[in-house]
Every structure is written in C-alpha cells, then in structure tokens.
C-alpha cells in the first residue's frame, strides 16, 4: 500500500501506538489501514462415497486438482461463499452438510474453511476456472495432481472419517518449510 484510501495522502508503514506489529499509517489523517487474512471457502461435494474435484483452468497450479473453493466475496456468509464457488467452479449443486475442516496457512495469511456437502444432482460441468470435474473414490484420486496441501489434508481426512463411520472437525496448521520446492507440514489441532 503506498495511498490513504481516506484522503490519497502517503502511508508510512509503523508501529501505531497501543498495537505490536507495523502497519500502513496515513502521514495526513492518521488512517490505520489494517491487513487481514483472507477466508477462502468451498466444499468437498460428495456422492455414494465418492469426491467431485476439479482440474483448475488457471493459476496458481493450472492443470491440478482441487476441491470446488475460493476467496470468500463481502456480504456473503462463509456457506454462500462455499456454495456460490462450488456452482462456479463444477455446475454443482449441493447441500452443505457440516463444516468439514478449518486450515490455517499463516505462511499466506489465508484461512480454508471446507464444508463436507451433499450432490443434489448429477449433472455437474466445468465452469470457467475449471478444465474438468469428475468424482473420484480414494483409489483413484490423482493424489500426485493436488494443487494445494489444504486440499490433500481435508481429502485426507474425508476418506478416514468415511472409514471410521463418523463425521468429525478437523483443524490444523499448514506451514511450509523452508527450502527448495513445495514442502509443508501439518500441524493438527484438537477439534
């Protein structure tokens, strides 16, 4: 940020009295302009079993799967969000059943929230940021193919539920490592 939203007058980046990190500070009006995470919301959409994923028609990782989810819009609950980018991404429809996992990926200041929903229909098709949706059972999701780790974690914990006979909440932190390449560690917490 270099402009005050308020009155377009330069920003220093400091330490406002009464906080403890720095932040944009307008050198006019004394704006704070606060950064937060982002929500990105979406749905593991389910079917006997069964995953509908989607292979991403555009960056970050084009051409990988990943669950139907996306940047949370403003005046939109985390459920319309999840709902509205499950619709844009595969053409699905679904009906959320319980919010599956909760991720955060400090290291990108984003937060994943993953509701486990079911598909009202089969008639789903790729929408405009998707090259392909299909169902997968366990065996045969391209886990190679992944476009995100949160995504791996939640299918991850999907199928051990499905497994196990119950449902449950699953939270945790995504760290990535330091070095070469795309390495994380997940960090569960207690749900």
């Known amino acids: 940020m270099k402009y005050c939203t308020e009155c377009a007058a330069p920003l220093r980046l400091t330490v406002p009295e009464g906080e403890d990190r720095q932040r944009h500070v307008c ?14 919301t979406g749905t593991l959409p389910v079917h006997q079993g069964r995953v509908l994923l989607c292979r991403r028609a555009i960056e970050p990782r084009r051409g990988l799967w990943t669950a139907p989810a996306g940047f949370m819009e403003n005046a939109e609950t985390v459920q319309q969000g999840a709902l509205r980018e499950t619709r844009e991404e595969a053409n699905a429809r679904v009906r959320i059943e319980a919010l599956h996992a909760v991720y955060n990926l400090p290291h990108i200041s984003q937060v994943y929230m993953l509701f486990r929903a079911t598909l009202l229909d089969l008639d789903f098709h790729p929408g405009p940021e998707s090259l392909e949706v299909r169902l997968f059972e366990e065996a045969g999701i391209p886990w190679g193919d992944i476009a995100f780790p949160v ?14 006979g119950h449902f449950r909440l699953h939270m945790g932190d995504i760290e990535r490592l330091p070095g070469p390449g795309r390495r994380y560690r997940i960090v569960h917490s207690a749900a």
């Not at 050198?27 to 990105?40: D, Q, R, S, W």
């Open 151 to 164: 995504i791996a974690e939640a299918l991850k914990a999907y199928f051990e539920d499905l497994r196990a």
């Open 27 to 40: 050198t006019a009006c004394g704006t704070i302009h606060y950064e937060n995470p982002k929500i990105v």
